[in-house]
């Protein structure tokens, strides 16, 4: 499982030629678990969508998932290149479930006229963009890692 562009210094090597990539871990195979269940959930909330705070949870528990089995496989990876870029995987999937389950909470506990303000949409949807866009083009800055 030789991946094109990852440097072999300091991996663990198979047998001659094949390096390890991914390694099973105790905390990843959890988060590996941890991810079967959040996909379960976000699959049955897919069927209760009609509503707009349906959608909104739908989202917010398929970013749940995505974060879940980033974090997997970020634990899972050997190489450090691997482990930035399901970081920044990751990063996509917490940043946009924070705002999505305010915004959940923000209906359920009967604000939703709140959410039609545009500085409150400026406030949940710019700044997890900002801080997915500053993630994603760390290696041109260097400001998250």
């Known amino acids: 499982m030789l991946l094109a562009g990852f440097e072999p210094v300091g991996l663990a090597v ?4 094949v390096v390890l990539i991914f390694k099973l871990t105790v905390i990843s195979f959890v988060l590996f678990i941890t991810t079967l269940v959040n996909l379960f959930v976000t699959i049955i909330s897919w069927q209760r969508r ?3 705070v349906g959608r909104i949870f739908f989202f917010a528990m398929a ?9 997997c496989l970020d634990y899972a990876a050997v190489p450090d ?13 917490y940043n946009s479930a924070l705002a999505l389950f305010a915004m959940v909470s ?6 939703e006229k709140l959410l039609e303000k545009p500085w409150v949409k400026v406030f949940f949807i710019l700044l997890p ?12 800055h260097g400001w998250v890692w």
Do not use: M
């Open 106 to 111: 923000v209906i359920l506990a009967g604000h």
């Open 14 to 17: 198979l047998w001659p030629g």
């Open 81 to 93: 290149q691997l482990k930035i870029f399901f970081a920044q995987i990751e990063s996509i999937g």
């Open 63 to 71: 970013a749940i998932t995505l974060w879940t089995l980033a974090a």
């Open 50 to 52: 009609n509503t707009r």
């Open 129 to 140: 963009s900002i801080n997915i866009l500053l993630t994603l083009t760390d290696p041109l």
